[in-house]
């Protein structure tokens, strides 16, 4: 079992219409994940950074999910804060998750800049905006390995 923080990133959502972190909920919740934290946050790094340290510094949390901000327009600025935050890059997280999204979308799968790490001994990932981006990252890279990552961290 995880204890999981999940961030949306976003200047227009609210819980009423972030279908993307209700999705990652709904995967947590039904593989008996718990969700620990939830949040909508602007995608600005001045809220975002204080935030992800406090959360990546708490004991009761494993995995820190976000979603949003991973694109390139000058608003998507989750990216640059994740990865000062990260310790050890997991560059396959965001080399498959690009993989995978080009066989679905084609070219378009250039722009996301999804990623993923350890960030002071958690679990961190970062996901793009959209519903099927989160679905595709969930059920082909994250559900399938989090428990195995999981044990990993805490050998």
Same mark, same amino acid.
């Given at each position: 079992?995880? &204890?999981?923080?999940?961030?949306?990133?976003? /200047?227009?959502?609210?819980?009423?219409?972030?279908? $993307?972190?209700? %999705?990652?909920?709904? +995967?947590?919740?039904?593989?008996?994940?718990?969700?620990?934290?939830?949040?909508?946050?602007? !995608? /600005?790094?001045?809220a975002?950074?204080?935030?992800?340290? %406090?959360l990546?510094? !708490?004991?009761?949390? /494993?995995?820190?999910l976000?979603?949003g901000?991973?694109? @390139?327009?000058? %608003? !998507?600025?989750?990216?640059?804060v994740l990865?000062?935050? @990260? !310790?050890?890059?997991l560059?396959g997280f965001g080399e #498959? +998750? &690009?993989?995978? $999204?080009?066989?679905?979308?084609?070219?378009?799968?250039?722009? $996301? &800049?999804?990623?993923?790490?350890?960030a &002071?001994?958690?679990?961190?990932f970062?996901?793009?905006?959209s519903?099927?981006?989160?679905? #595709?990252?969930?059920t082909?890279?994250?559900m399938?390995?989090?428990?195995h990552?999981? $044990?990993?961290?805490?050998?």
């Open positions: 079992m995880a &204890r999981c923080a999940v961030l949306t990133l976003s /200047d227009t959502r609210t819980v009423e219409t972030d279908k $993307s972190g209700a %999705r990652i909920k709904e +995967f947590l919740a039904t593989a008996g994940h718990v969700i620990s934290h939830y949040e909508i946050l602007k !995608d /600005d790094a001045i975002l950074l204080p935030i992800a340290e %406090r990546l510094s !708490d004991p009761a949390i /494993d995995v820190l976000t979603t901000g991973t694109g @390139i327009s000058q %608003r !998507d600025v989750t990216i640059g990865e000062r935050l @990260i !310790d050890q890059p560059p #498959l +998750f &690009r993989m995978l $999204s080009w066989q679905e979308i084609g070219s378009g799968a250039m722009l $996301s &800049r999804a990623a993923g790490g350890i &002071r001994g958690k679990l961190l970062a996901m793009p905006g519903t099927a981006a989160v679905g #595709l990252a969930m082909k890279l994250i399938p390995e989090l428990a990552l999981l $044990s990993q961290l805490r050998k």
